[in-house]
C-alpha cells in the first residue's frame, strides 16, 4: 500500500470520527433536551428570575416574589421546604420547581409561541400561582412544631385542599445560599418538606384503616367482641399490647387502641388486603396537584407476622402525615375521597389563566361503615387516647398513633377532624421521637382545629 | 479554471452571513448595551478579501477553498465572542479577537510570500524540532500560571501560548523525519536477520514518553491526546506499519490507564465526564452547564445574542461550540461541523495531490492536526471525551491559535501551489 | 418599533442566518464535488500539464558511471533459476514489500530499470515514483544500483543514494513504496 493509499484511510478514518459528535449533539440537543432542560440543578431555566410570577396565598397575600432579580418569601422559615428555592447558583427546588413553567417569564423568547406573544402583546412577565395555603393559619401549624422534629398539616374537608403544611426543621431561603454546605449534610435533613414527602410508620393511626377496610370487606362487624389478654401470637413472634383489655367490642377496641384486635383484623385482611385499601385510599399514586408528594409504601416484608404488625400500623409500613390526612378526611366524608391539593389556580393580573379541574369525589367505603368509623373516632377524643385533642364546645374525632421505629423512641401522631358531626378541617400532626401520641401530639391538635374552625 | 467564480461567491456568502449575524448579535444583545461591531465587520471583511484577492494573485495555483472555509468558521466563531463579550464582562472581547483574525490573515498572506519553497522546511526539520522542544520547556519553567497549568508566556497585555506554534514545527519535523526515515523503518523492520527494529520502537517509545510526559508535567490531557494522535497517524501514514501503531495504541491505553489511577486531576476529569451530575455545583459545574446549553439550544438554537452561553464557564474559548450549539441550535453546530469536515477533506486532498513524499506528509499532518484538534475539543465539550483545554482551530478566542491556525493555512496553501509558480523563487 | 416587537422579531430572525449557512454548506459542497479528482486521475496526475517538473537530473546525483555489461554468468542455465535452486553465483531480487512479485524473484541477468512507465521492466504504478526512477546493473563484484535523478529518490536503508552503490547479499533498497532485497547465492 503507497502512502497515497494511506493518507486516503486515514482521511476516511477521521472523517467518520466527525460522525460522533453529530450523533450525540443530536441525542442531548433534540432527544434529551427536555430532559436536561427539567433538571433541579439547571439554573438556565431561572435566569430571568425578576420577570417570574408570585406564589399566592389562597387570599391573594405573597408567598414567594421576585425582587431586584432574587426571589423573596415573605413566611421566611415558615414555607421553608415547601416552597422551596430558586436561586441561579443552587437551582430550585420544591413547589418553585414544580411550578416553573408556569411562573416562568423571559427576558428573550425561547420558543415560537413566546416570541409571537412577545410580538402580539409584548407580554413578558410570568403568571403568578395561587395556592390553597393560609398564611395565617400556616403560622399557626408553624408555631406549634416551636422545638420539635414534626409536621403539622391541615386539610379543608369540603374541598380537600391543603390549608397549611408546616416543617421543623427548617430553612431560612434568605440566607439559603450561605448555610448551604451545612444543610445540605445536616442529619436532621431540614431540606425535606415532612407534611408531604416525609415517610414514617403510620403507627395506631392506621387503625382507622384496618377497621374500615376489614368492616367494609365483611371481616369483622361492629358488635364482634375481641378476647385481648395482652399478647398474641402474631407468627413468629408474640406480640405484646399496651395493657390486658379483656374482651372489648371494636368499637372500645379502636377508643382503647387495643393491639391485639387489630393485629387480628390485619391477619385477617392479609397483607394483600392491607394494600388493596391503601391503594383504594388513594395512598399508593402521586398526587399531581400537591407535586412533590410522596407516595405511601405498603408491607414488603415477607415475615410471617407482617400481616398482624400492618394491621397496627407497623411492620415496614411507611406513609406520610398528608396520606393520614387524606384517609381521615375520607372516613369524615361518610366513605368519599378527594385527591388533595395544594394549587388552585394559575392568574395574570388577577384574571385566571388555569384552574385544574374540580376534584372528582370517589366513593371508597360504604356510608354505614365510615359512620362505624366515624362514631369510634369520635369516642377516641371524648373518652379514650386522643382526649387531649378535645375543644369545648366543639366535638373533635380523631386517632393517635405512638409509632416505633428503628431511629428511637416512637413517634408520636395525631389524626382527626372537627367537628366530629359536620366536619370542616382535618389535621395530621407527626412529632419525631416524641413519644406516645396521646400525650404529645394530641394536645396541639386541640389548638391548631380550634385556630383552623375560627379561620 | 472553473473554481474561481465558486470560491468568489463562497467568500460573498461568508460575508453575508458575518453582516447578517452581527447585525442579529447586536440586536439581540441591546440590554446589554454592547459596543459596535462594525468596526471589527469591517476589519474582518477588509482582512478577508485582501487574503483571498492577494493569495489568487501572488499564488493563482493555491487551493482556492481552503480561504473560504476557513473564514466561515473564523467569522462564526467571532460572532459568539463577541456576543460573548458584554456577557461575560469585557465589552472589548470582540474587537480584540477581530484584530487577531486581521493579524492571522496577514500571516497567511506573509506565507504566500516568503521566498522559496515549501520544501526548504524539510531542512530545517531538527531546527523545528529544537525550537519546538525549547519553547515547550522553556514555558514550563519559566511561563505565567493561570488556573494552576504553566502553558502561557506574557508579553506585557499579550498571552503568548507557544504550544499553538509546536504542534505545527512538530508536524514539519515528523513529516520530514519520517520521509527520510520510512524506508529505514521498514526495512530494519523486515530485517530476516530478527534483529529488533530497536530505532523504530524508540522513536515510538519517544512519541508516546512526550504525550505521557505533556500528560503528567503539565497536565494537559488534551494536548497528550493530540500529541498522540498525531504522532500515530503519521506514523501509520509514513511507514504503513499497523502492527507497530496497534502496539503503540496498547502502550497508549496501558498508560492512560496507569495515569487514571495514579494521578488524582487525571481522575476528577473522567469523573466529571462520565457522571458530570454526580457533583454539577463542583467538579461537574461546567460539564452539566454545558450540557444544559446545548439542551437549551435544541434543534434551532436560540438565536444570536439570545440565548445564555455566558453561563457555562470558558465560553469563550474551551467551549465556543457549547456556544455556537446553543445559539446556532443543533443545525448550526452540525452545519458548522461538517465546515471542518470539509477542510480537513481538503487538506487531505492537498495531500493527495502533493508531487513528493514530504509535501504529501507535511499536508497530511497538518489535515490530521486539524481533524483530531477539532475532534478531541468538540468531543470534550459533547461529551464523548474528558473534557481538555485545547483550542478549537478558527474559533476559539486567542491569539496565538488564531496565528498558528492561519500558519497553518498558509503551508497547505503553498503545498497547494507549487506546481504553477513560475521559476522566480 | 419597540423593543418587545424587535426581541420577538428577532427570535424569527435565526432561520435566515441558518439558511445562509445552509447555502454556504450547499455550495461548498458543490464546489468541492466539481474539483474531486477521479481514481484514475490521481494515479498519474504527478506531472500533469503546468506543474513543474524537476530539472534534468543533476550531474552530482546521477553521474553515469560507466559500468560494463556483464555477459550472462556462464553456467547458469535460465531453466534453472528459482529461488529453492542455490547455484553459486546466482543473483536475483527478492520483492519484500510494497507489492507482488514473482514467486521465483527477479532474475538479474540484464540491467533493470526500475520506474513507473510501460518500457521499465520493473514497473511501480506510484505517484512517488519517477518514470525512469533507478536502474541496478549486474556487474562481476556485484550490481551497481544508481539512482535516475528521481524525485523521492532511491534509498539503501535510510540513505538516499546520491550516487552508483555496490550491493552486497541481504541488502535491502526502496523505490517509492515497494522494497527489494538482493540475494546472491
Not at chain 1, 177 to 193: C, Q
Not at chain 1, 309 to 318: V, W
Not at chain 3, 161 to 183: I, N
Request: hydrophobic share 50%; net charge neutral.
Amino acid at each position: 500500500m503507497a502512502i497515497k493509499a494511506r493518507v486516503r484511510v486515514v482521511a476516511l478514518f477521521l472523517l467518520m470520527l466527525f460522525l460522533a459528535p453529530v450523533v450525540n449533539l443530536t441525542r442531548l440537543q433534540v432527544l434529551r433536551s427536555e430532559e436536561l432542560s427539567q433538571r433541579p440543578d439547571n439554573s438556565r431555566t431561572l435566569e430571568d428570575l425578576s420577570l417570574r410570577g408570585s406564589l399566592l396565598d389562597r387570599t391573594g397575600q405573597l408567598l414567594a416574589q421576585s425582587r431586584e432579580g432574587r426571589r423573596v418569601y415573605p413566611l421566611g422559615p415558615l414555607t421553608g421546604p415547601l416552597l422551596g428555592y430558586m436561586t441561579g447558583r443552587l437551582g430550585s427546588a420544591g413547589l418553585e420547581a414544580s411550578l416553573e413553567a408556569r411562573t416562568a417569564g423571559y427576558a428573550v423568547p425561547r420558543t415560537p409561541k413566546q416570541a409571537w406573544n412577545l410580538v402580539a402583546r409584548g407580554e413578558r412577565r410570568g403568571d403568578d400561582v395561587v395556592l390553597t395555603l393560609d398564611r395565617d393559619l400556616q403560622k399557626v401549624a408553624w408555631d406549634l412544631l416551636e422545638g420539635s422534629r414534626g409536621a403539622v398539616l391541615v386539610l379543608d374537608i369540603p374541598t380537600a385542599e391543603i390549608l397549611a403544611v408546616a416543617s421543623r426543621p427548617s430553612f431560612d431561603p434568605a440566607t439559603l445560599e450561605a448555610d448551604w454546605e451545612r444543610l445540605r449534610v445536616d442529619p436532621s435533613a431540614p431540606l425535606i418538606e415532612r407534611g408531604t414527602q416525609g415517610l414514617y410508620p403510620p403507627g395506631s393511626t392506621f387503625k382507622i384503616l384496618t377497621m374500615a377496610g376489614a368492616l367494609a370487606d365483611g371481616r369483622t362487624a361492629a358488635d364482634e367482641v375481641f378476647a385481648c389478654t395482652g399478647s398474641m401470637d402474631a407468627g413468629n413472634f408474640i406480640l405484646h399490647d399496651n395493657a390486658v383489655h379483656g374482651p372489648v367490642r371494636l368499637e372500645e377496641a379502636l377508643v382503647v387502641s387495643c393491639n391485639v384486635t387489630f393485629a387480628t383484623l390485619g391477619q385477617r385482611l392479609g397483607v394483600d388486603g392491607l394494600r388493596r385499601w391503601m391503594d383504594a385510599f388513594g395512598l399508593l399514586e402521586a398526587m399531581p396537584l400537591v407535586p412533590n408528594a410522596a407516595e405511601a409504601r405498603p408491607v414488603h416484608s415477607g415475615a410471617p407476622s407482617a400481616a398482624a404488625e400492618a394491621g397496627i400500623g407497623q411492620a415496614d409500613l411507611l406513609v406520610s402525615p398528608l396520606a393520614m390526612a387524606r384517609v381521615t378526611a375520607a372516613v369524615a366524608r361518610g366513605g368519599i375521597d378527594l385527591e388533595p391539593r395544594l394549587v388552585r389556580a394559575q392568574t395574570r393580573r388577577g384574571q385566571e389563566t388555569w384552574r385544574p379541574a374540580a376534584p372528582s369525589a370517589r366513593r371508597v367505603l360504604p356510608q354505614a361503615v365510615a359512620e362505624q368509623v366515624r362514631r369510634a373516632m369520635a369516642a377516641v377524643v371524648a373518652r379514650g387516647t386522643g382526649g387531649a385533642a378535645a375543644l369545648p364546645g366543639v366535638a373533635v374525632a380523631g386517632k393517635t398513633g405512638t409509632a416505633e421505629n428503628p431511629h428511637g423512641a416512637p413517634h408520636a401522631w395525631f389524626v382527626g377532624y372537627a367537628p366530629a358531626r359536620d366536619p370542616e378541617v382535618a389535621v395530621a400532626i407527626l412529632l419525631e421521637n416524641a413519644g406516645g401520641g396521646g400525650a404529645h401530639a394530641a394536645p396541639l391538635a386541640s389548638r391548631l382545629l380550634q385556630q383552623a374552625l375560627s379561620r | 479554471m472553473s473554481r474561481r467564480p465558486s470560491a468568489f461567491l463562497l467568500m460573498a456568502l461568508v460575508s453575508a452571513i458575518l453582516v447578517l449575524g452581527a447585525a442579529l448579535a447586536q440586536a439581540g444583545l441591546s440590554r446589554l448595551d454592547p459596543p459596535s461591531p462594525w468596526p471589527s465587520v469591517g476589519l474582518l471583511l477588509g482582512a478577508f478579501w485582501a487574503g483571498w484577492l492577494l493569495s489568487h494573485l501572488r499564488r493563482p495555483a493555491g487551493d482556492s477553498m481552503l480561504l473560504p472555509l476557513s473564514t466561515l468558521l473564523c467569522s462564526v466563531g467571532w460572532l459568539e465572542v463577541y456576543r460573548l463579550g458584554p456577557a461575560i464582562g469585557s465589552p472589548a472581547l470582540g474587537e480584540r479577537q477581530a484584530w487577531w483574525i486581521a493579524l492571522g490573515v496577514l500571516v497567511f498572506i506573509l506565507s504566500l510570500f516568503v521566498p522559496g519553497d515549501y520544501r526548504a522546511l524539510e531542512d530545517y526539520k531538527y531546527s523545528c524540532l529544537l525550537t519546538g522542544v525549547f519553547l515547550q520547556l522553556a514555558v514550563m519553567l519559566f511561563g505565567t500560571e493561570i488556573n494552576g497549568a504553566r502553558l502561557w508566556f506574557e508579553f506585557g497585555p499579550v498571552l503568548f501560548q507557544p504550544v499553538e506554534v509546536v504542534k505545527i514545527l512538530l508536524v514539519v519535523f515528523l513529516a520530514a523525519f519520517l520521509r527520510q526515515f520510512r524506508h529505514w523503518i521498514r526495512l530494519s523492520l523486515l530485517s530476516p536477520e530478527g534483529r529488533l527494529p530497536r530505532k523504530a520502537l524508540l522513536l515510538l517509545g519517544l512519541g508516546w514518553a512526550c504525550a505521557e510526559g505533556v500528560l503528567v508535567l503539565q497536565k494537559d490531557l488534551g494536548m497528550a491526546l493530540l500529541l498522540f494522535g498525531l504522532f500515530l497517524s503519521m506514523f501509520f501514514l509514513s511507514t504503513g506499519r499497523r502492527d507497530l501503531v496497534a502496539l503503540s495504541a496498547v502502550l497508549a491505553g496501558v498508560g492512560s490507564w496507569v495515569c487514571y489511577h495514579l494521578f488524582g486531576h487525571v481522575r476528577v476529569r473522567v469523573g466529571a465526564w462520565l457522571d458530570p451530575f454526580a457533583d454539577p455545583q463542583g467538579q461537574g459545574y461546567q460539564m452539566s452547564q454545558a450540557l444544559y446549553a446545548l439542551a437549551s439550544g435544541g434543534l434551532d438554537g436560540s438565536g444570536l445574542g439570545m440565548g445564555r452561553p455566558f453561563l457555562v464557564p470558558e465560553a469563550y474559548t474551551d467551549f465556543i461550540f457549547v456556544a455556537l450549539a446553543e445559539e446556532w441550535g443543533m443545525l448550526g453546530a452540525v452545519g458548522v461541523l461538517m465546515v471542518y469536515m470539509m477542510l480537513v477533506t481538503r487538506a487531505f486532498r492537498i495531500a493527495l495531490w502533493a508531487g513528493d513524499e514530504f509535501g504529501t506528509l507535511l499536508a497530511a499532518g497538518l489535515a490530521t492536526l486539524v481533524a483530531w484538534q477539532t475532534l478531541i475539543l468538540v468531543g470534550g465539550t459533547v461529551q464523548l471525551a474528558p473534557m481538555t483545554g485545547i483550542t478549537l482551530p478558527f474559533m476559539s478566542y486567542g491569539g496565538s491559535s488564531m496565528l498558528a491556525n492561519f500558519l497553518l493555512l498558509g503551508i497547505l496553501w503553498r503545498i497547494s501551489a507549487v506546481g504553477e509558480v513560475s521559476g522566480g523563487d | 418599533m419597540t423593543l418587545e416587537l424587535s426581541e420577538g422579531l428577532l427570535y424569527f430572525l435565526k432561520y435566515p442566518l441558518l439558511l445562509l449557512l445552509y447555502v454556504f454548506l450547499a455550495t461548498a459542497l458543490r464546489a468541492m464535488a466539481a474539483a474531486l479528482p477521479g481514481p484514475k486521475e490521481l494515479a498519474t496526475h504527478q506531472t500533469p500539464a503546468g506543474r513543474r517538473r524537476l530539472p534534468t537530473p543533476s550531474p552530482g546525483r546521477t553521474a553515469e558511471t560507466p559500468v560494463p555489461v556483464p555477459a550472462p554468468v556462464p553456467g547458469n542455465p535460465p531453466e534453472a533459476f528459482g529461488p529453492t535452486t542455490r547455484i553459486p553465483g546466482r543473483e536475483w531480487l527478492e520483492v519484500v514489500a510494497g507489492m507482488e512479485g514473482p514467486a521465483d524473484g527477479i532474475p538479474l541477468q540484464a540491467p533493470i530499470l526500475f520506474g513507473r512507465l510501460a518500457d521499465c521492466p520493473v514497473r511501480i504504478p506510484d505517484p512517488f515514483v519517477s518514470g525512469h526512477h533507478a536502474r541496478l546493473t549486474p556487474g562481476p563484484e556485484g550490481p551497481v544500483l544508481e539512482d535516475l535523478g528521481s524525485r523521492n529518490g532511491t534509498w539503501l536503508g535510510q540513505i538516499r543514494l546520491e550516487g552508483p552503490v555496490r550491493l552486497q547479499d541481504g541488502d535491502h533498497f526502496a523505490v517509492g513504496d515497494v522494497t527489494f532485497r538482493y540475494h546472491r547465492t
